[in-house]
C-alpha cells in the first residue's frame, strides 16, 4: 500500500503562484511513476503533468506546460507542483497519484493509488 497526503492549496490571486507537496509513505516510493490529476467542478479528472521514478522525465499537459513544474525529492518520498502564472481557469480540486505504470499516470484509468486531494482556488 502507498498512501499519498497533498498539502500546499489555498486561494491565491490570477497571476500568483503555489507550490503543493504530495508525501508518500509505505512502499517504495521511489519505483513509482508520480503524476498530478485536478478536477474543476461540473468536470471530469484530468491530467495534469507526471513525473518518472528518478525525477529524469517529466510531461504536462498542453494548458500547463510552461507554467506548471513538477519534480520529486525521493529521499523525501515527496513530489511536487510548482505552479505558476496562475489563472481562474486553474480552479479546481489537485490529486496526487502514483503507478508503475506510465500509461495509467497519464490517463488516470485504473490507478494504483490517489491522495484525498487539495483545493486550489484562484481568484480573478
Known amino acids: 500500500q502507498v498512501q499519498l497526503v497533498e498539502s500546499g492549496g489555498g486561494l491565491v490571486q490570477a497571476g500568483d503562484s503555489l507550490r503543493l507537496s504530495c508525501a508518500a509513505s509505505?512502499?517504495?516510493?521511489?519505483?513509482?511513476?508520480m503524476g498530478w490529476f485536478r478536477q474543476s467542478p461540473g468536470k471530469e479528472r484530468e491530467f495534469v503533468a507526471r513525473?518518472?521514478?528518478?525525477?529524469?522525465?517529466?510531461y504536462y499537459a498542453g494548458s500547463v506546460k510552461g507554467r506548471f513544474t513538477i519534480s520529486r525529492d525521493n529521499a523525501k518520498d515527496t513530489v511536487y507542483l510548482q505552479m505558476d502564472s496562475l489563472k481562474p481557469e486553474d480552479t479546481a480540486v489537485y490529486y496526487c497519484?502514483?503507478?508503475?505504470?506510465?500509461?495509467?499516470?497519464?490517463?488516470?484509468?485504473?490507478?494504483?493509488?490517489w491522495g484525498k486531494g487539495t483545493l486550489v482556488t484562484v481568484s480573478s
Open positions: 497519484a502514483a503507478s508503475r505504470s506510465i500509461a495509467t499516470i497519464t490517463s488516470g484509468r485504473d490507478m494504483e493509488y
Open positions: 509505505g512502499r517504495t516510493f521511489s519505483s513509482y511513476y
Open positions: 513525473i518518472s521514478w528518478s525525477g529524469a522525465s517529466t
